[in-house]
């Protein structure tokens, strides 16, 4: 197929001003999903009230099917995913984390569900701000994560999502992140392509043999034990491996049907080319960082960023050559991993993880802030910048994460 020229795909194009919750629904009724279900927590609660709209309003036909709880949603969409359903769910926080039970399983289960995690605090105390340990529960399992930072990488993402999820060689779980009300429920100008382009981008889901049918009867969850547990360990390993592939593939083509979206996938640059100093975060965060950036760069100052898009799989290759260049890196995470070497998130930790083998490893200084839905400030960010500045000057690695904006 030829390239269509930017401008024609653009006039294709709907302009809508939308939440990055309603923006993902936009993206469920354009991929036409057969079955979505529902429980209400805050914030992830915006996402399935604009679905249950598009149903009521004729514009998706989908089964709407509203359970007693979090766990019971998300084995509903489970097996109906296992028959060939295309299908939706999500949760916020502790929702999340009171499903756990079918979230570890889904992905030995080759289940390719997307699901929205609304990231949001963990209780006690109570709390509805954004923070990403809800999602980062499953980092470990086989579920593929990646976090969004605008309304229209909601409605993209959403897409590729289901894109690299359901190709036969992943056919894992992929859980997108939005941060809790800075995105779920924030509104901005996005553009929703027709439903053609989307037919050209988005095959129709088909689990082929692993189909569970009355004409192709497979066990589903068998007990296997020591026999062959290792064995499904290592394929889910693999599946992990082969998603690198095809995640890079869905951009190329999504750039190719959409004219747009970027050409690296893994992770947004900005201000990175010539920095001393690069700063790491992921999700909204990027606001207050960009435009501290801006400020700092009009001193002299050369700072850049590096928004983290994708967690698992996780970037390596690419991260280490974007970071080797820099004289430091400072790393913010809007969650904690208490006991950790050194007490720093989980961000921080996988970056030097990744750094480990590097030729270069700059100095890297690890903070924490905005957990609750707190601000990350743009005093926050310059100090953060001095902080860094100085490890670059010293040539060592500060031992201690730092809490940014706590009360004494």
Known sequence: MAVETKAAQAAEDKELLISGSEAVAEALTLADIDVVTAYPIRPYDTVMQAIAKKISGGQLQAEYIVAEGEHSQFEIVKHASMVNARVFCGSSGVGWAYAMECLVVTPSLRVPMVALVG??????????????????????????????????????????????????????????????????????????????????????????????????????????????????????????????????????????????????????????????????????????????????????????????????????????????????????DRDYSFGSPFGSGVVANEVRAAMYNAATRPPLVSFTGGLGGREVTLEDVHKVTEMCFAAAASGKSDVQTHWLGVRE
């Open 119 to 332: 990231n949001r605090a963990l209780d006690d105390p109570g709390a509805f701000g954004v923070e990403h340990n809800d999602a980062l529960f499953v980092r470990d399992l086989g579920w593929m994560l990646c976090w969004i930072d605008t309304s229209q990488e909601a409605l993209d993402t959403t897409l590729i999502a289901y894109r690299v999820a359901e190709d036969r060689r992943v056919f894992l779980p992929l859980a997108i992140s939005a941060d809790g009300a800075f995105l779920t429920h924030s509104q901005a100008i996005t553009m929703v392509p027709p439903k053609e382009k989307v037919d050209r981008f988005l095959p129709r889901y088909d689990r082929g043999d692993l189909q569970l049918h009355p004409d192709n009867p497979i066990t589903v969850a068998p007990q296997v034990n020591e026999d062959w547990v290792i064995e499904i360990r290592r394929q889910t390993n693999e599946a992990m491996k082969r998603a690198t592939t095809v995640i890079e593939e869905a951009y190329t083509d999504f750039r190719r049907v959409f004219g747009r979206g970027p050409e690296n996938p893994w992770f947004e640059e900005y201000m990175t080319e010539d920095a001393d100093v690069i700063l790491i975060g992921m999700g909204t965060i990027s606001l207050p960082l960009k435009v501290a950036i801006r400020e700092m760069r009009a001193k002299g100052k050369k700072v850049g960023l590096v928004r983290l898009r994708w967690f698992r799989p996780f970037p390596t290759d690419r991260l280490v050559a974007a970071l080797s260049k820099a004289h430091a890196i400072g790393v913010i």
